[in-house]
């Protein structure tokens, strides 16, 4: 499943971010891909012991591990680590895989969390590849896509202006993307069914349903 998630950033956020990040200091981003990935990679990284950057990504983390919607989504037992990258004309990622384990956690769930206005630049899309074809994402400033770590993506070339987003990952407390998919529709539909019909003879069934399934498949 992938799932586009709105406001994980406020707009007050994302404004101080993006000022901030102005002073950051950025290096290639080729020293965090794998050897596979290395090669079609080009794009720059905020420098991992920069206390600007550091104190973003801390900000951003605490988001993230308390958003309502990415946790009905994703189930998140760990985050593994968090970058900020930009993209300036004539960069771009190729097409790739991510790595299966990074900074410790196995890699279930990968996010992109845009932090660039779309009209202040041209291109940047990230496209997702899927049996049924290309996805591409461009969203706006504090949103994010959520996809399985599993699938081939790429970032298209910036053609004009500067793209900015912070990237991560994640390790489920739920590793099979279909049964994430799956908690993730039937505790949608208990809520809404509480939300509409209070708690009932149905509700109790769905909701011992739902909890079942994931004491079933939960790994701690
Ligand atoms: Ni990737």
């Given at each position: ?22 002073q ?7 020293t ?14 905020a ?14 983390r ?8 990415l946790?009905?989504a ?17 960069m ?5 895989v991510d ?6 956690i196995?890699s279930?769930?990968?996010?992109t ?10 291109g ?9 074809g ?11 896509v ?10 298209e070339p ?12 994640l ?13 993730f ?10 939300d ?7 509700f ?17």
């Amino acid at each position: 499943m992938i799932i586009c998630i709105g406001e994980v950033l406020s707009s007050a956020d994302v404004e101080e971010f993006c000022a901030r990040l102005e002073q950051v200091r950025f290096l290639d981003g080729r020293t965090t891909a794998g050897w596979a990935a290395r090669g079609v990679k080009d794009n720059a990284q905020a420098a991992a012991d920069d206390p600007l950057a550091e104190a973003i990504l801390a900000r951003a983390r605490r988001r993230l591990e308390s958003h309502p919607v990415l946790a009905m989504a994703a189930r998140p037992h760990r985050f593994g680590p968090l970058l900020l990258s930009r993209y300036g004309p004539g960069m771009s990622y190729g097409r790739h895989v991510d790595d299966a384990i990074m900074g410790g956690i196995r890699s279930d769930c990968s996010f992109t969390l845009f932090l660039a206005d779309p009209a202040a630049y041209e291109g940047g899309e990230l496209v997702i590849e899927s049996a049924a074809g290309e996805q591409g994402f461009k969203l706006a400033p504090g949103h994010l896509v959520l996809y399985p770590s599993t699938t081939l993506h790429r970032v298209e070339p910036v053609t004009r202006g500067i793209r900015l987003a912070l990237v991560g990952w994640l390790q489920s407390r739920v590793r099979e993307a279909e049964r994430r998919e799956l908690l993730f529709e039937l505790d949608t539909a208990r809520r809404r069914l509480f939300d509409e019909r209070g708690k009932g003879e149905v509700f109790d069934l769905v909701d011992k349903s739902f909890r079942n399934l994931l004491r079933m498949w939960a790994e701690l």
